[in-house]
């Protein structure tokens, strides 16, 4: 299983990135796929969560409405749309995937059994 994500980079606050992570090695359908971001000093927080399979997409409070998490099944890709991006969202974005359709535990790492390298997302005020 393999994990690859891309589209990070420098921004100032109120533009927006695309982040999209390259998932093989897996039947795509059969996975819960999402994000987590960790910044300096921090604890990981979960950021979003789709299971493309069942239809759902999940997304923290902090970034309700500005985010959208979607999938591309016949890339076996999953993309994160950040706009209307703040100097708090800047951290390293990790994309994580576990072998289920539905997460009870969405924003527990522990409940991720694959993680990307991680894409550092930096905003600037």
């Known amino acids: 299983v393999q994990l690859v994500e891309s589209g990070g980079g420098l921004v100032q606050a109120g533009g927006s990135l695309r982040l999209s992570c390259a998932a093989s090695g897996f039947t795509f359908d059969d996975y819960a796929i999402g994000w987590f971001r960790q910044a300096p000093g921090k604890e990981r927080e979960g950021v979003s969560c789709i299971s493309s399979s069942v239809g759902r997409t999940y997304y923290a409070d902090s970034v309700k409405g500005r985010f959208t998490i979607s999938s591309d099944n016949a890339k076996n890709t999953v993309y994160l749309q950040m706009n209307n991006l703040k100097p708090e969202d800047t951290a390293v974005y990790y994309c994580?995937?576990?072998?289920?359709?539905?997460?009870?535990?969405?924003?527990?790492?522990?409940?991720?059994?694959?993680w990307g390298q991680g894409t550092q997302v930096t905003v600037s005020s």
């Open positions: 994580v995937a576990v072998r289920a359709l539905l997460v009870l535990k969405l924003w527990v790492p522990s409940e991720y059994d694959y």
